[in-house]
């Protein structure tokens, strides 16, 4: 199976998306919370590497895959 540029892009893009969304919130609660909390940044990493995960999956699958031919 191979990982396409499409499907790369479209997995970069939504770990992207999400971690801009992480920012945003962050920057819009900053008058009422001004620290992060250390659960929530563990929260956000645990989810990044997760997506990242996913992503070296797809990858190493296209690996083997070539490798078999």
């Not at 396409?4 to 479209?10: C, N």
């Not at 909390?37 to 070296?56: H, I, K, S």
């Amino acid at each position: 199976m191979k990982l396409s540029k499409v499907k790369f892009a479209q997995q970069a893009s939504y770990i992207s998306k999400n971690a801009a969304a992480w920012a945003s919130d962050c920057l819009d609660l900053i008058d009422i919370y001004p620290d992060m909390r250390p659960e929530d940044v563990f929260r956000f990493t645990e989810e990044m590497r997760a997506r990242l995960a996913n992503l070296d999956g797809l990858a190493r699958a296209a690996l083997e895959a070539s490798h078999d031919r």
